[in-house]
């Protein structure tokens, strides 16, 4: 049994909240987007409740620096958009209200909102579909509607102070990790909240509820019903977030990473390659899709088709295609990031092969040559055998770019050709013939 019991979140829950005031927090105004407050204040001025709701109050209790800042309100979308000229309504099924300003800057304030009974559903939706969101409701029930008790503390601009229904404060000074209600159901609800759970623990180096552990058990294989999409640009935060090895090990353990990324298993090595190219994003050097997705298949590329000098390079993309070809129909990535994401495989198992190859003075000036090259020196920091091939290729990649193919020796001189002057014929006066 919780702490902190948990109620239906459709039902507005009786109990007073937990309210921090001013001077018992360390959350300052100093550390709020100024064009955050402006909007704070106005909404305050014209008489509506005005918080910072989500992940801004959470990290900002802990210290961090928030990504951006979210705003809830009572007052609604067509209130809001009087307010505020730069206001643009977006939505359909929920109208939310995007304020832009200058530098291409969005704020997104929220009209409170709740869980719909059962005879407020569209008829082609049910009770447990996480696109339902379109009744407005009060902060409480706004609160029990979130996904982790950490997501659901508000920051009240009218008196400085954090408001807490739903147990979140105690969660940070513990920090645990909880979800808001049955995990089983919230997951069965929107199986994507399984990921974002692993993803926010390891962000935050939380420790997972025991709760929050047996729903992922019980709900792991669900994630091959989430959105593709969604999916997809949720992976890709990982990345972003420096937390991939950490999650796919995880997810892994709990049965999410095959239906995870469409049949992938990963191994060990592909785990430990990706450690290496978190360290590598903590460095601020961002991951490219097309990276990102090489790195995941280059231990499996490698032992389907090891480097060897007789193998033909054609064999080895017609290799990497069929690898990649299913994890990147099943994303719908774009032909373009999928080629990029062959060309780097493809050129991991040239560096792989050896120098003095035909072809060499091209390949190394290939632009995708450079991003190979740390991609198979991550790799080869776990395979120690290849370390030295690895320096060989990074002083030819220093010195070699513009110089002749190693294959040859010397790059034959090319005659320049002047291009012939045709003599022009000038018009004389014609010609008389002698009578």
């Given at each position: 049994m919780?702490?902190?019991p948990?109620?239906?979140p459709g039902?507005?829950p009786s109990?007073?909240?937990?309210?921090?005031?001013r001077?018992?927090h360390?959350i300052?105004?100093?550390?709020?987007d100024?064009?955050?407050?402006?909007?704070?204040y106005?909404?305050?001025?014209n008489?509506?409740?005005?918080?910072l709701?989500?992940?801004s109050?959470r990290?900002l209790?802990?210290g961090?620096?928030?990504k951006?800042?979210?705003?809830?309100t009572d007052?609604?979308p067509?209130?809001?958009k009087r307010?505020?000229?730069?206001c643009f309504?977006?939505?359909?099924?929920?109208?939310?209200?995007h304020i832009?300003f200058q530098g291409n800057?969005?704020?997104?304030v929220?009209?409170?909102r709740?869980?719909p009974?059962p005879?407020?559903?569209p008829?082609?939706l049910d009770?447990?579909s996480?696109?339902?969101?379109?009744?407005f409701?009060?902060?409480?029930q706004d609160a029990?509607?979130?996904?982790?008790t950490?997501?659901a503390?508000?920051y009240?601009i009218a008196?400085?102070s954090?408001?807490?229904?739903?147990g979140?404060?105690?969660?940070?000074?513990?920090?645990?990790l909880?979800?808001?209600?049955d995990p089983?159901?919230?997951?069965?609800?929107d199986?994507v909240r399984?990921?974002?759970?692993?993803e926010?623990?390891?962000?935050?180096?939380f420790r997972l509820?025991?709760?929050?552990?047996?729903?992922?058990?019980?709900?792991?294989?669900?994630?091959?019903e989430?959105s593709a999409?969604?999916?997809?640009d949720e992976?890709?935060?990982l990345?972003r977030?420096?937390v991939?090895?950490r999650?796919?090990?995880q997810?892994?353990?709990f049965?999410l990473l095959?239906?995870l990324l469409g049949?992938?298993?990963?191994?060990?090595?592909?785990?430990?390659?990706?450690?290496?190219l978190?360290?590598r994003t903590?460095?601020?050097r961002?991951?490219?899709e097309a990276l990102?997705?090489a790195?995941l298949?280059l231990?499996p590329?490698l032992k389907?088709c090891p480097?060897?000098r007789?193998?033909p390079?054609?064999?080895?993309?017609?290799?990497?295609?069929?690898?990649?070809?299913?994890?990147?129909?099943?994303?719908?990535?774009?032909?373009g990031?999928?080629?990029?994401?062959r060309?780097?495989?493809a050129?991991?198992?040239?560096?792989?092969r050896g120098?003095?190859l035909r072809?060499?003075?091209?390949?190394?000036r290939?632009?995708v040559?450079?991003?190979a090259?740390?991609l198979?020196?991550?790799w080869?920091e776990?395979?120690?055998?290849l370390?030295?091939?690895v320096?060989?290729w990074a002083?030819l990649?220093?010195g070699g770019l513009?110089?002749?193919a190693?294959?040859?020796?010397?790059a034959?001189r090319?005659?320049?050709?002047?291009p012939r002057s045709?003599?022009r014929?000038?018009?004389?006066p014609?010609?008389?013939k002698?009578?």
């Amino acid at each position: 049994m919780t702490e902190h019991p948990l109620i239906d979140p459709g039902q507005d829950p009786s109990g007073e909240p937990r309210i921090v005031s001013r001077d018992g927090h360390r959350i300052s105004r100093s550390q709020i987007d100024e064009d955050v407050l402006k909007i704070l204040y106005r909404l305050h001025r014209n008489g509506h409740l005005a918080y910072l709701v989500g992940g801004s109050v959470r990290d900002l209790l802990l210290g961090r620096t928030p990504k951006d800042f979210d705003i809830g309100t009572d007052a609604t979308p067509t209130q809001i958009k009087r307010l505020f000229r730069n206001c643009f309504l977006v939505g359909r099924r929920f109208r939310l209200a995007h304020i832009r300003f200058q530098g291409n800057k969005v704020v997104e304030v929220a009209t409170f909102r709740r869980s719909p009974n059962p005879d407020e559903l569209p008829d082609d939706l049910d009770a447990h579909s996480h696109f339902v969101e379109n009744v407005f409701g009060s902060p409480r029930q706004d609160a029990f509607r979130r996904d982790f008790t950490v997501n659901a503390l508000f920051y009240d601009i009218a008196t400085f102070s954090v408001i807490d229904h739903v147990g979140g404060l105690e969660d940070l000074e513990e920090r645990r990790l909880r979800v808001i209600g049955d995990p089983a159901v919230r997951f069965r609800e929107d199986p994507v909240r399984m990921l974002r759970a692993l993803e926010l623990a390891a962000r935050l180096d939380f420790r997972l509820d025991a709760e929050l552990l047996d729903g992922l058990r019980q709900c792991g294989p669900l994630i091959a019903e989430a959105s593709a999409a969604r999916l997809r640009d949720e992976i890709m935060e990982l990345f972003r977030h420096r937390v991939a090895a950490r999650v796919f090990r995880q997810a892994a353990e709990f049965g999410l990473l095959t239906p995870l990324l469409g049949g992938y298993g990963g191994d060990g090595e592909s785990f430990d390659l990706l450690d290496r190219l978190d360290e590598r994003t903590a460095s601020e050097r961002p991951v490219t899709e097309a990276l990102a997705i090489a790195a995941l298949f280059l231990g499996p590329f490698l032992k389907r088709c090891p480097p060897r000098r007789e193998t033909p390079v054609a064999e080895a993309l017609r290799e990497a295609n069929e690898l990649l070809g299913p994890h990147c129909r099943h994303f719908s990535i774009a032909q373009g990031i999928r080629q990029q994401a062959r060309e780097l495989l493809a050129a991991c198992f040239r560096l792989g092969r050896g120098t003095g190859l035909r072809g060499e003075g091209r390949f190394l000036r290939h632009p995708v040559t450079p991003s190979a090259l740390e991609l198979l020196s991550l790799w080869a920091e776990g395979h120690p055998e290849l370390a030295e091939l690895v320096q060989r290729w990074a002083r030819l990649l220093s010195g070699g770019l513009a110089g002749p193919a190693p294959e040859s020796g010397k790059a034959p001189r090319r005659r320049s050709r002047r291009p012939r002057s045709r003599r022009r014929r000038t018009a004389g006066p014609p010609e008389t013939k002698e009578p």
